[in-house]
């Protein structure tokens, strides 16, 4: 099939977002998000012939980094830091105990299904397809009758795994031989570690603070035209972005810490005008996730969703259930979390533009069996953009009416005691789902 001129291929994307948008308020009730709407879109336009991007795996890559980068931001940037060092409970649980039991209990599984993985291979998987993406359950955490401090962790969780699963997945390429380090020792192996976390955290706390400083403060000096903040918050994210790759740091940690260093600033110092700060690059955030689900539709579900074996469909189920749910039990344990809230955080765990980056450096690493490893994410990921994206609005307004009819039902004291309710302060709600 020949690759469509790249005006045809604008005009065709741009007729879609016009499109959406004419309906996007109508159709918001619906079991219908952004996500499942562009990436049938772009599998359509595959299967028609009526645009073939043609994109090689980096360039796609390329912009699932970024979209996924600067969401990353923008979520950061909307929580309140103070709130969330007093409730960290849910998301050191998460992310201390329930990813690394993620990752143990996928790597099991994923080897006695498909044995020709090896057990490296299995563990590489299991990372690729551990990240959650907030963004394609984005009804869950906007719902406000779904507990404030639910919604807080799961949007840390989401905002924090991808970076640290992106060590684990660097290092299994590696001893597969397709990628740096292969050979190296443990201490090579713990400074990279270090260098990725703590690298990315040191800095994204000195881009965000400095720079969120110092557009706070010429905003409050009326030095600064609304646009123009705008613009430098969004520069922010880009800057952020661009350093960690060319320092070699971990890109994702970077860029939710510098979010929340950018919101703790922009607090402290104060905003003028009506709009917040990050606004711009919130919707910019949101265009550049319309074209990468656009591209994996496009390119990769065209490509690679072909062919469905009875392994790649039960790992595919896997992940998407017990890969987590029984991780998330276990973590919860002791928390005193009833029933509900422990299968709600354990389902609405979707996998998507984390899980797309880590199989497309699969794909460019050509490590044994990685056409089939890459299938199984692309399924998955196929899977949770339809069933996360179809049972969120749903899935948040049942167990909302749950906690609401709990705390009713419970005397004053017993209901202010339990785990969901929680004082937490709801950071600054986005201005529109764009689902």
């Known amino acids: ?15 879609g977002v016009v499109a959406f948008a004419v309906v996007s308020r109508r159709t918001a009730p619906w079991p219908l998000t952004m996500p499942m ?5 772009g599998l359509l336009c595959a299967v028609t012939g009526l645009v073939r991007l043609g994109v090689e795996p980096t360039a796609t890559a390329v912009l699932a980094e970024l979209a996924l980068g600067v969401i990353l931001f923008v979520d950061a940037a909307r929580i309140d830091v103070r709130a969330l060092a007093r409730e960290r409970g849910l998301p050191l649980r998460l992310l201390g105990l329930g990813l690394p039991l993620t990752l143990l209990l996928g790597a099991v599984v994923m080897w006695a299904v498909a044995p020709g993985l090896g057990l490296l291979g299995a563990l590489l998987l299991a990372a690729i397809l551990a990240p959650t993406d907030a963004a394609l359950g984005l009804a869950v955490v906007e719902d406000p009758a779904v507990p404030q401090r639910v919604r807080q962790g799961l949007t840390v969780e989401s905002g924090l795994n991808d970076g640290l699963v992106l060590p684990v997945v660097l290092f299994c390429l590696a001893a597969l031989g397709g990628g740096d380090g292969a050979g190296e020792g443990p201490a090579y192996w713990a400074a990279f570690v270090l260098g990725q976390v703590g690298g990315g955290t040191l800095l994204g706390i000195g881009v965000g603070a400095l720079g969120g400083w110092a557009l706070a403060r010429a905003a409050r000096a009326g030095w600064v035209e609304g646009l123009w903040r705008q613009l430098g918050t969004l520069a922010l994210a880009g800057l952020t972005l661009a350093a960690a790759e060319t320092l070699g740091t971990n890109g994702f940690i970077a860029a939710f810490v510098a979010g ?17 700060p990050t606004e711009y690059t919130e919707d910019t955030g ?38 987590r749910l029984v991780p998330v039990a276990v973590s919860l344990l002791g928390s005193r979390a009833r029933r509900a809230t422990v299968l709600f955080v354990g389902w609405f765990g979707p996998r998507g533009l984390a899980s ?7 794909l460019e690493a050509e490590v044994p069996a990685s056409e ?8 998955t990921v196929a899977a949770s953009i339809v069933l996360h994206g179809a049972s969120a609005s749903w899935g948040a307004a049942r167990y909302g009416r749950w906690y609401a009819r709990v705390r009713r039902d419970m005397p004053a004291e017993q209901a202010a005691g339990m785990p969901e309710a929680g004082s937490a302060m709801a950071h600054r709600p986005r201005r529109g789902r764009a689902r």
């Open 1 to 15: 099939m020949e690759e469509s001129s790249l005006a045809a291929q604008f005009a065709v994307l741009a007729a």
């Open 260 to 276: 929340l260093a950018v919101g703790v600033v922009s607090r402290r110092v104060g905003h003028t005008g009506d709009s917040a």
């Open 356 to 362: 797309i980056l880590f199989g497309l450096l699969v």
């Open 37 to 41: 709407v562009f990436a049938a879109f």
């Open 286 to 323: 949101q265009l550049l996730a319309v074209v990468a689900f656009f591209a994996f539709g496009n390119v990769l579900l065209a490509e690679f969703a072909v062919d469905l074996t009875w392994q790649v469909a039960v790992l595919a189920l896997f992940s998407l259930t017990l890969m």
């Open 372 to 379: 089939e490893l890459f299938s199984v994410v692309t399924w």
